[in-house]
């Protein structure tokens, strides 16, 4: 009866040992009680299961974590162009361009503290140019490599402005077009428009001066391009 009693008590585990003797303890345990190796290969089989699963599982966590930190890469310009330019820089701050440094007589003005502290102030109205340039360097870009012979004026104007609309995402007096497009042909200087219903094409020897501006905030981007369709020798 004794030794019966004996068996059936359980291995002490001391506080201080290690999961391991514990472990071994358990096992020794559950093999005196059942009397039978292959109960304790069972379960260390199913210990060996479980921690598999937690590998697997480990796993598609940081899967999907790769796959989350994808998804939030900066998106890349359409073509034709369709994604706002704000959506192209999540962070807020848009390219600088090219920077030119004050010089001679102006110098005073990159060393003097007021000016330097305006500087600081006017940061976010750059911030503003910067956006609307953008949005012009991208549709100036686009517009350059549809251009061809045979194109209605007014056709011309409406892609050119409906892609302005696009990019700046239009939003009455605080983003959108700066004014009306120019597409001065020849001997017309400038600031010419077309008329809705206007039947004027581009023709193989016209030179145009085409003129389109941006603007975010009242800050705005203009700039004339000049079109030759007739290469120049």
């Not at 201080?16 to 009397?35: D, I, Q, R, V």
């Not at 190796?37 to 199913?46: D, E, G, M, R």
């Not at 003129?211 to 203009?222: E, N």
Request: glycine residues 6%; proline residues 5%.
């Amino acid at each position: 009866m004794m030794a019966s009693e004996d068996l059936k008590t359980q291995v002490p585990v001391e506080e201080n040992g290690t999961k391991e003797e514990e472990k071994n303890g358990n096992l020794a345990s559950a093999s005196n009680e059942n009397g039978d190796s292959s109960y304790v290969s069972s379960v260390i089989q199913k210990e060996d299961e479980e921690g598999e699963e937690e590998t697997k599982e480990a796993a598609k966590k940081k899967k999907k974590k790769n796959k989350s930190k994808k998804k939030k890469e900066s998106p890349k310009q359409t073509d034709p162009p369709s994604i706002p330019v704000v959506d192209l820089f999540p962070s807020g701050e848009f390219p600088e361009g090219e920077i030119q440094q004050y010089k001679d007589d102006n110098l005073w003005r990159a060393t003097s503290e007021e000016k330097r502290e305006v500087e600081r102030l006017e940061k976010p109205m750059y911030n503003s140019v910067r956006q609307a340039a953008e949005v012009h360097r991208q549709v100036r870009k686009f517009m350059k490599s549809i251009v061809k012979p045979g194109m209605l004026m007014t056709d011309l104007c409406e892609t050119l402005e409906n892609t302005v609309r696009k990019l700046i995402s239009e939003n009455g007096l605080q983003a959108g077009i700066a004014f009306p497009t120019g597409c001065s042909l020849n001997w017309v200087a400038a600031h010419w428009t077309p008329n809705s219903g206007d039947k004027t094409v581009l023709q193989y020897d016209d030179v145009m001066k085409l003129d389109f501006g941006t603007h975010i905030d009242g800050t705005y981007r203009g700039l004339c391009i000049y079109s030759g369709i007739q290469p120049y020798v």
